[in-house]
């Protein structure tokens, strides 16, 4: 498979991946070094949030997987399913949700800092994908941009 095959099918995953394991890590190592106060005592409440953030980021980046399909086998931008709504909904299914769903069920303030420190990292590597995308689709896709949040769907 040629590289720029790779690209398409990839994007910035792997390198995003990589940085939020090595932090996951990282800051795995933290927390078993010190003794920082949970986030609530209610950890079952906690826990059954995390959960459903999982459950319901693993759903998002299933339903962008599948809607991508077209893309791959078209070469047209994919702007249906969660893509009509976010640029990139499988990145945001592991940042937003799955992330915090996991500080949440471990129930740490230091994981919920981790989580939160992903979203300026994949901003920060989503740019280059996005400049390749519009050299790709031009003002198709900044029109795109121009109505759809990063990772977050915008309101207005």
Excluded: Q
């Amino acid at each position: 498979m040629a590289p720029n095959k790779l690209k398409k099918i990839f994007g910035v995953g792997p390198r995003g991946a990589t940085i939020s394991l090595v932090l996951l890590a990282l800051f795995a190592w933290v927390d078993s070094k010190s003794y920082l106060p949970v986030l609530t005592n209610n950890s079952g409440l906690t826990k059954t949030i995390g959960i459903i953030l999982v459950i319901l980021g693993l759903g998002l980046h299933f339903w962008a997987f599948s809607a991508l399909r077209h893309w791959w086998s078209d070469d047209e931008l994919c702007t249906r399913g969660p893509f009509k709504y976010v640029r990139h909904p499988m990145y945001a299914a592991w940042i937003s949700l799955i992330s915090a769903g996991v500080a949440l069920y471990l129930n740490s303030w230091l994981f919920l800092c981790w989580a939160v420190l992903l979203h300026p990292i994949w901003h920060t590597l989503v740019k280059k994908e996005e400049t390749t995308m519009m050299s790709i689709f031009g003002k198709t896709y900044g029109d795109y941009a121009k109505r759809t949040g990063r990772f977050i769907p915008k309101i207005l």
